[in-house]
């Protein structure tokens, strides 16, 4: 079945729906679901999702538009938060320079501590990293991110950096743009990185796929994706997703 490696139901979007939606992942054929924490309160809420469905495990992490929230005291609770049992990785941490705040030496050093955590607790990290390629991974590697494991969410840089961080043992995470009539350089990459690390998401609710672009995304496009890979890569859309289903499991070490 679908591993989705990246959502985030909390968001306020699904609150018309939430657990309707949710209850028809499984007969769509979405095996396991990962929601991601992108600041401390919706780790929170991404663990209590966690708690109510099987089905579904978390990530806890603040991600690097929120990090002037963090201190030393809250950062507590994240550490805290990450021995739940559903808590499979710190995520998303990284660096977004798109935005002017907060300032880049913020961003490294929460992104800094933050991977610090995963090696200390042992759970691979997930990246978010937009418009800082050499930041991102000029701190990845100086923290040894290959004895961490983890995944470059949303990977948006090229092929080649795409097989930077294959060589240092991290997957390639790949969404909706992948389906873009503009997104050559997308599938550039997934021609380029072994099938053995993409793994499959979709950042819900954003960025949805063709021909749902535009529109509230949710894992249940995520059919659009792996056909897509499918064609780049010359599979079956089965093996696609059987393949990307190992590649998630053994990354977030769930059996
Ligand atoms: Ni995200």
Known sequence: ?????????????????????LSVMSESGIGTIV???ASLKSTESSIKLADKHTFLYAAAGVHPSETAELNEENFKWLEAWCQNK????????????YWDTPEHEIQKFWFRRQLELARKIDKPVIIHSRDAAKDTFDILAENNADEIGGVIHC??????????????????????????????????????????????????????????????NSSLNIPFIAQKIAEIKGLTYDEVVRITEENAKRMYKIQ
């Open 35 to 37: 929601n991601v924490g």
């Open 1 to 21: 079945m679908i591993f989705e490696t990246h959502a985030h139901y909390d968001d306020e979007a699904f609150d018309p729906d939430r657990e309707e939606l």
């Open 155 to 216: 990977f948006s840089y090229g092929a080649d950096l795409a097989m930077r961080y294959v060589d240092m043992g991290l997957y390639i995470g790949v969404g909706g743009v992948v389906t873009f009539k503009n997104g050559r350089k997308m599938k550039e990459v997934v021609e380029a990185v072994p099938i053995e690390k993409i793994l499959l998401e979709t950042d819900s609710p954003y960025l949805a796929p063709e021909p749902n672009r535009g529109k509230r």
């Open 86 to 97: 559903k808590v499979v990785a710190v995520g998303e941490i990284g660096l977004d320079y």
